[in-house]
């Protein structure tokens, strides 16, 4: 019953900030990573932005330096900060959760995505 849900999207303007939260529970275990994508109809899923448990944060070309992804251990929740959005911006925002099975495969849980619209 683990579950991953995702919360703050919405319409703004180009330039304009929005900042994404998704809640983690039903699970004792960390994850490995904690990451956001973003999908447009017709399109795979890209990864955002990524925030393992040791390690640097990792971000796509495309948001380097205007996405900033956090992560609390306490609270088991992962937040997407992003400032100047682009249209291109726009698309279905999904929180992921990657764990390891005991025998070492990779288990993805995925949020059901918030809508985040950038247009005039």
């Known amino acids: 019953q683990v579950q991953l849900v995702e919360s703050g999207g919405g319409l703004v303007q180009p330039g304009g900030s929005l900042r994404l939260s998704c809640s983690v529970s039903?699970?004792?275990?960390?994850?490995?990573?904690l990451s956001w994508y973003r999908q447009v109809p017709g399109n795979q899923r890209e990864l955002v932005a990524s925030?393992?448990?040791?390690?640097?944060?990792r971000y796509s070309d495309s948001v380097q330096g205007r996405f900033t992804i956090s992560r609390d251990f306490d609270k088991n929740t992962v937040d997407l900060q992003m400032n100047s959005l682009k249209p291109e911006d726009t698309g279905v925002y999904y929180c992921?959760?990657?764990?390891?099975?005991?025998?070492?495969?990779?288990?993805?849980?995925w949020g059901q995505g918030t809508q985040v619209t950038v247009s005039s």
């Open positions: 925030s393992p448990r040791y390690g640097s944060r």
């Open positions: 992921n959760g990657e764990q390891m099975t005991p025998t070492g495969s990779k288990v993805d849980y």
């Open positions: 039903g699970s004792i275990f960390s994850f490995n990573v």
